[in-house]
């Protein structure tokens, strides 16, 4: 290594090898080791420069250094030219090809990004060597925007290697770097636009963020602060403009959180679009339209004011909407909820009975997550099979009387829109019903309505793929099906189809019925064919057969393993924190 320690020839070089790590003219000495990156990059600067004034132990020692220093740097030089002529480079020599200051652009899965170098290292262990690339890149942490430091890698390789086609590489090493700029650039207006909360539609994978974010708390990262604002601030305005410069670096990812899966995930910026919200749900909604019009006019009443007009006398208590809708199951409770919401144009987040726990502390804790967090998303809470925190309490089982207590009592202060579904009126505890605020009691489905329900579920699938006539329909709706079976039942005739190269057919719906009536025989369920014991309609008796069931024809969800997070539903939400098959809604 060398040392440097000349106040002027310090100031000098530090004139000239601005912006590398290893210059601090500050600092007692400079000290520079190989493969001596700054010399390199700086070679014909450095010869032709001279330290200004009369200082001639400096100019000395500086033609000493250059002199010691030829030597070691001949090869990286010669490598420099090369890359310069031909665009390859050995990883041998790869620290060459990184100045400090400049942009660098990296590709993974299929995203680029950018960040400004800070420094190039070549790191030793044990097991490993790799090239570490150090970035500076514009981040939002949800309250302020400024630069994080991002440690990029280039792994070893052999022989030469186009530097543009690295992982890791200069953008002016690339054919149209232009191009790549205004792309970049694009996108950092897409991120200056995400910052703070929004709802959105996502198509692509996503990787789980870390399990340190949580609601109310930031991510432990190091930034320097482009500006400071509140995550509550009313007016957007108050964000800070990113000049075109600021944009290019921005990261490409934004943090959110999978509504269905209730996890905080990564989720690419370029994949994000506008939601289009499905009026078509509630207006397919089997219910009374005397039903219909209630339901709608609380919601609308409740979304408008923001609060209730007749509150408690208590402050605080008696604001919220509580919907509680009662029947069977796979007959619409769930889809009620997912109507409200479209309608609404409000996220859904659903929480299923069994996801809040069994012990009376985990319950409260659990339950008020949830409403904490639809407060402040502005979400409909759908709790589904709440039966046991609404059964009725009794003196012999007193920890099921604290759940159903606890839960009391929560209710009453909450002040968004909630909707429970219980399959169990009958065991309502008493308590539930002035709390309320009305309660829908879902009838079994008939003829007329299981028709609608296959039209509605076939009318979905490609027109192209299907071939069912009217009468096809009133035969199967005389099945004695649950819209959740008839939406089974069609996704796996429509696979069975499809796999033999065929339209969806009404024997492709026999032979799917016909499986699924064996199967629930097995169970003990005998009233699953015709109704009223009619001929001539009943499926055709069969022995095993294996299917290939593939994804919800309406939602096209595959739940994959590993980091592919897939979910319905995606809250993204960079308020609070910084930052899979088709089809997702989250809130950023």
């Known amino acids: 290594s060398i040392d440097v320690m000349n106040p002027n020839l310090k100031a000098h070089l530090s004139r000239i090898f601005e912006g590398y790590s290893e210059v601090h003219k500050d600092a007692p000495k400079m000290e520079f080791k190989p493969p001596f990156i700054p010399f390199v990059h700086n070679w014909d600067r450095l010869r032709g420069a001279e330290i200004a ?203 959110g959180f999978a509504l269905e899966r209730k996890m905080w995930c990564k989720f690419k910026i370029a994949n994000t679009s506008p939601i289009t919200w499905n009026d078509q749900i509630f207006k397919n909604l089997v219910l009374d339209n005397r039903e219909k019009e209630l339901l709608l006019a609380l919601v609308a009443r409740k979304s408008a004011s923001g609060d209730v007009v007749f509150d408690d006398f208590t402050k605080g208590k008696g604001k919220g909407l509580l919907l509680l809708l009662c029947g069977a199951p796979g007959i619409g409770k769930t889809l009620t909820a997912e109507a409200v919401a479209e309608k609404l144009r409000r996220p859904l987040y659903r929480v299923r009975a069994g996801d809040l726990g069994v012990t009376a502390d985990k319950v409260e804790a659990s339950l008020k997550k949830a409403l904490d967090r639809c407060a402040h998303w502005n979400a409909v809470l759908l709790i589904d099979e709440a039966d046991i925190f609404l059964e009725k309490r009794s003196t012999n089982d007193i920890v099921r009387s604290e759940l159903v207590s606890i839960f009391l009592v929560l209710l009453e202060y909450y002040e968004g829109i909630m909707i429970l579904t219980t399959n169990r009126i009958e065991c309502i505890d008493p308590a539930f019903e002035s709390r309320v605020d009305i309660i829908l009691a879902y009838k079994d489905l008939t003829q007329d309505t299981r028709r609608h329900i296959w039209y509605n579920f076939i009318q979905r699938l490609p027109a192209e793929t299907v071939s069912i006539s009217a009468e096809a329909l009133d035969d199967l709706s005389r099945y004695n099906l649950n819209g959740r079976q008839i939406k089974s039942s069609v996704k796996t005739g429509w696979t069975l189809s499809a796999s033999r190269g065929e339209l969806l057919r009404k024997e492709h719906l026999d032979l799917v019925l016909g499986i699924r009536e064996k199967g629930s025989k097995l169970l003990g369920i005998e009233d699953y064919g015709i109704r009223d014991n009619q001929e001539g309609l009943r499926a055709p008796e069969l022995s095993s057969i294996g299917l290939l069931v593939y994804p919800d024809i309406d939602s096209d969800i595959y739940y994959g393993p590993g980091w592919v997070f897939p979910m319905v539903a995606v809250l993204l939400y960079t308020v609070l924190l910084y930052h899979i098959l088709p089809a997702l809604d989250y809130l950023i």
Not at 78 to 100: C, E, M, N, S, W
Request: proline share 3%; hydrophobic share 35%.
């Open 53 to 255: 004034g009369n200082d001639k132990t400096g100019k000395k020692l500086l033609a000493l250094l250059i002199e010691s220093v030829e030597k070691e740097v001949k090869d990286s030089l010669h490598a420099l030219r090369d890359l310069q002529k031909t665009g390859y480079v050995k990883f041998h020599d790869i620290l060459v090809a990184f100045r400090p200051g400049e942009i660098i652009i990296r590709s993974e899965d299929g995203v680029i990004s950018a960040g400004i170098l800070k420094r190039a290292s070549i790191i030793k262990t044990r097991f490993a060597k790799w090239c570490d690339i150090e970035v500076d890149v514009v981040d939002w942490d949800g309250k302020n925007t400024g630069y994080r430091e991002a440690n990029w890698r280039i792994e070893p390789f052999d022989g030469f290697q186009k530097l543009s086609d690295l992982v890791c590489s200069p953008l002016m090493s690339h054919d149209d770097p232009e191009r790549v700029r205004l792309q970049l650039v694009k996108r950092g207006k897409i991120f200056e636009d995400l910052r703070g909360q929004h709802i959105k539609h996502y198509t692509g994978f996503a990787r789980s963020a870390s399990d340190q974010l949580s609601d109310g708390t930031k991510e432990n990262i190091s930034m320097n602060v482009l500006s400071k604002i509140s995550y509550d601030c009313p007016n957007r305005e108050e964000l800070p403009q990113l000049t075109d410069e600021q944009r290019i670096i921005t990261v490409p990812t934004v943090r």
